[in-house]
């Protein structure tokens, strides 16, 4: 089993790869190499504008780039989404779980619909992806790569939602890597 994201991206080349949050930061790059490498790759993000920045930037690597614009906390959306992606790939090798939103101040100051979202697309988005993904995964013995963050250890300073939700994420995924393999079969999980 790769030790570390990077080592399981390194490993899945010329696989059928779909990265959330693929349209800027840690998911464009994630989505870039992989492409770049000759793999097949799906993205997965809200804004059409982001999308088609993708889109072209894959482009230039000489790849396709599949895109679908989603909001990841409709979980219906979401899955309908997935299933586009998988059919338009023939299937799903690898996927890279890299969706995260942020609200900065004070706990206090925080108004809870903003603690609420931060929650929904850190950590509820990212249980809602994997659940999707895993029987692709399962059947083409694929992997599985869940982006977390320093904050999952280190509390941020003004950062209390996102910090909650990177906590939530890292201890979800450190059970779920035993949990979420087939019997007799090594987890997806990276």
């Known amino acids: 089993m790769p030790s570390s994201p990077s080592a399981a991206l390194e490993s899945a ?3 059928r790869v779909i990265v959330t949050g ?4 840690i998911g464009l790059a994630a989505a870039l190499r992989f492409a770049a490498a000759g793999d097949d790759v799906a993205v997965l993000a809200r804004g059409e504008v982001g999308l088609s920045s993708a889109r072209e930037q894959t482009a230039a690597n000489g790849r396709e780039c599949r895109a679908f614009a989603v909001d990841v906390t409709d979980r219906g959306a979401l899955e309908e989404a997935i299933d586009a992606a998988a059919a338009a790939l023939g299937g799903i090798d690898a996927a890279v779980v890299n969706v995260g939103a942020s609200s900065y101040g004070r706990f206090v100051d925080t108004p809870p619909a903003d603690f609420d979202r931060v929650l929904a697309v850190s950590f509820g988005s990212a249980v809602d992806t ?3 993904v895993l029987p692709a995964l399962e059947r083409s013995d694929g992997s599985l790569v869940v982006v977390g963050s320093a904050a999952s250890e280190i509390p941020l300073p003004r950062m209390s939602a996102y910090t909650a939700a990177k ?3 890292r201890g979800s ?3 779920c890597g035993w949990s ?3 019997r007799g ?3 997806p999980l990276r």
Request: net charge positive.
């Open 22 to 25: 693929g349209t800027s930061g």
């Open 130 to 132: 994997v659940r999707a």
């Open 180 to 182: 979420c393999a087939p």
């Open 173 to 175: 995924w450190k059970r």
């Open 185 to 187: 079969r090594r987890s």
């Open 13 to 15: 080349r010329g696989r």
């Open 167 to 169: 906590h939530a994420l």
